[in-house]
């Protein structure tokens, strides 16, 4: 009795064509932009935070360690949950891309094996 074969896939799932290719690029140009962009808002952020600090101590506002101690605690704090946003939306891009990935595999071979 001979057992029934599943229909054979014309190209493997890990082949790509230069179509592919071109879009795994520009997927990977996508990553790298969101970290570079992550890079440049912590160091904007870090410029007008070092900068209100230096006009607020020439200002006198800053007149004892504890005031500035709180002050840089808040700029510590609000950094960390800038971080926060950047790396989510990093993890976004990099999941939309994973996920444009796989339903391009779906559509392109789905048909196929059912057939």
Do not use: C
């Amino acid at each position: 009795m001979a057992t029934p074969t599943r229909p054979r896939l014309t190209a493997p799932l890990w082949a790509t064509s230069h179509a592919d290719a071109g879009e795994r690029h520009g997927r990977i140009a996508s990553i790298l932009a969101a970290m570079e962009a992550a890079t440049i808002m912590e160091k904007q952020f870090e410029a007008l935070k070092r900068h209100d600090y230096l006009e607020r101590l020439r200002a006198g506002e800053l007149d004892t360690e504890h005031k500035r101690r709180k002050l840089l605690d808040a700029y510590a704090e609000e950094l960390s949950m800038k971080r926060l946003e950047w790396q989510n939306i990093q993890v976004s891009v990099v999941a939309g891309a994973r996920n444009t990935r796989i339903l391009r595999l779906i559509e392109r071979h789905i048909p196929q094996v059912a057939a």
